[in-house]
C-alpha cells in the first residue's frame, strides 16, 4: 500500500512561520510529483504548491514569495515552508502525490493537517 504521512500543521500569529512535511511511504510505486492544497470553510479545495519529480514547481499567485516547497526524492518527500502567514492562510492542509503503481496513476491524498493563523 502507499500512506501519506503529513506533519508541521498549528497555530501561528499573523506574520508568523510553519514548515509542513508530507512523506510518501510503500512499495512498488513511482512518484510523479507532490504538492500541498488547502480548503478553507465554505471554500473550494486550492493548490498552494506542487512540484514534479524533475523539479519543477509552481505555486498559487496568493502564496507566491512566501512559501516554498522542496522536494527529498530518495525519501519521496515534500516540505512547504510558509512565512509571513496571514489570516486568509488559515485552512486544513493536504498532501497530495501522484503515483504510478503496477502502470497506473492515481492521486493519494493525506488525512489533512490544520493551520490556523490568528492574532
Known amino acids: 500500500q502507499v500512506q501519506l504521512v503529513e506533519s508541521g500543521g498549528g497555530s501561528v500569529q499573523p506574520g508568523g512561520s510553519l514548515r509542513l512535511s508530507c512523506a510518501a511511504s510503500g512499495n512498488r510505486f513511482r512518484i510523479n510529483g507532490m504538492g500541498w492544497y488547502r480548503q478553507a470553510p465554505g471554500k473550494q479545495r486550492e493548490l498552494v504548491a506542487a512540484?514534479?519529480?524533475?523539479?519543477?514547481?509552481n505555486y498559487s499567485d496568493s502564496v507566491k514569495g512566501r512559501i516554498t516547497i522542496s522536494s527529498d526524492n530518495a525519501k519521496n518527500a515534500i516540505d512547504l515552508q510558509m512565512n509571513n502567514l496571514k489570516l486568509e492562510d488559515t485552512a486544513v492542509y493536504y498532501c497530495?502525490?501522484?503515483?504510478?503503481?503496477?502502470?497506473?496513476?492515481?492521486?493519494?491524498w493525506g488525512q489533512g493537517t490544520q493551520v490556523t493563523v490568528s492574532s
Open positions: 497530495n502525490a501522484r503515483i504510478t503503481r503496477f502502470g497506473l496513476s492515481s492521486d493519494y
Open positions: 512540484i514534479t519529480s524533475d523539479g519543477r514547481s
